[in-house]
């Protein structure tokens, strides 16, 4: 029977990742589960930073982005001798069972832990909406308004000047952020992973609009697939028109989270204890059409996820 339970936030953070903690401590605490909090990550596991943690320790941090726990990158998680050591620091203070709040990485190391007998479960928090086994992770839709936000500032200043605007939208190897930032804000064009062409070709189109009288407008482009900086020099140079780049960078990661990603961080880590006091581990949590649901971490990290790319991608591309 599980008695006591840790929680931590791992990779990058997410805006409601401490509404996430909140969820997992004050449900467990009122199921009769004493509760620790481990900081920085698996970084914190392995150093033996662990705490317990009580309702006033979660409270007012709903509406704050970041993690109150902190999180870490810490590659060297990836080695067994590693983990050992952690789940031993576990053991010192008979934690049975450890809730993980992060992206796909962290999803790894859950599984690993989970696969050396450590009861784990894993609730998906990053910005990039890469995961699979839900449809949403918690973060994103903050971040999406964050970006939608600022890219409307841009387009006040680029219609002014009649210029080209270059938004570089973060992501790491998924498009869903700009896909979804620049149907809202009604962006011109846009380049994912998925629709990755050469320079040449970006000319080429962004002649056709200039040719129809358009005066400005915005390109909304996935991090990692150019340098947006040198692009909008050729740009430039090729169309004669003034071009501007802009990369959002790290403002995407804060801020308070939107009411969508505090609701869905609390469903989804109220039922992350509960599955884990009903013995399942090795899973993560997600929502499906509406129902919070869990599957096979190691399942979910072998597919790739579709998410409707197609179809946000058609749909922009009637209205761009
Ligand atoms: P995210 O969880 O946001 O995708 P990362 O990819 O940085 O962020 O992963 C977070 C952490 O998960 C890593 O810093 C590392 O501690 C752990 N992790 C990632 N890959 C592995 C692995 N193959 N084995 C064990 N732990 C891993
Ligand atoms: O996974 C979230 C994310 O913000 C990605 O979109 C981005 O590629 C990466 O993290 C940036 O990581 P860091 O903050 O370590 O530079």
Redesign the pocket.
């Known amino acids: 029977m599980i008695k006591k339970i840790g929680v931590l936030t791992s990779?990058?953070d997410a805006p409601g990742m401490n509404a996430a903690i909140r969820g997992v401590v004050i449900t467990g605490i009122k199921l009769g589960i004493e509760m620790f909090g481990i900081k920085n990550g698996f970084l914190g596991l392995y150093e033996n930073r662990i705490q317990k943690l009580n309702v006033l320790n979660v409270s007012n941090i709903i509406n704050k982005g970041g993690t109150f726990l902190g999180t870490s990158?810490f590659p060297k998680f990836k080695k067994k001798v590693n983990r050992i050591i952690a789940i031993k620091n576990l053991q010192k203070k008979n934690i049975d069972a450890l809730v993980v709040i992060g992206?796909d990485g962290s999803y790894v190391g859950a599984q690993k832990l989970s696969s050396m007998g450590l009861s784990c479960v894993s609730i998906p928090s990053?910005?990039?909406n890469d995961i699979v086994g839900t449809d949403y992770t918690i973060g994103y839709y903050t971040a999406l308004e964050t970006i939608v936000k600022s890219i409307d500032k841009i387009r006040d200043t680029s219609y002014s000047h009649n210029r080209i605007a270059i938004v570089e939208i973060?992501?790491?190897k998924c498009g869903h952020l700009t896909l979804l930032s620049s149907i809202a804000a009604g962006c011109e064009f846009l380049i994912i992973p998925e629709t990755k062409i050469e320079k040449e070709k970006i000319v080429i189109n962004i002649m056709k609009k200039l040719n129809k009288n358009k005066k400005s407008f915005i390109i909304v482009i996935t991090?990692n697939l150019y340098n947006v900086k040198n692009l909008a020099k050729y740009i430039e140079k090729k169309t004669k028109k003034e071009t501007r780049a802009t990369i959002l960078g790290?403002v995407q990661?804060g801020g308070s989270p939107v009411v969508y990603d505090r609701v869905l961080a609390t469903r989804m880590s109220s039922y992350a204890v509960k599955i884990l006091i009903h013995g399942w581990s090795g899973r993560c949590i997600g929502i499906r059409n509406e129902k919070i649901v869990h599957s096979d971490i190691e399942k979910s990290l072998n597919k790739r996820k579709k998410n409707s790319t197609q179809y946000w991608l058609n749909l922009s591309k009637k209205l761009c």
């Open positions: 990779g990058g990158r992206g990053t910005i990039d973060m992501g790491r991090e790290h990661r």
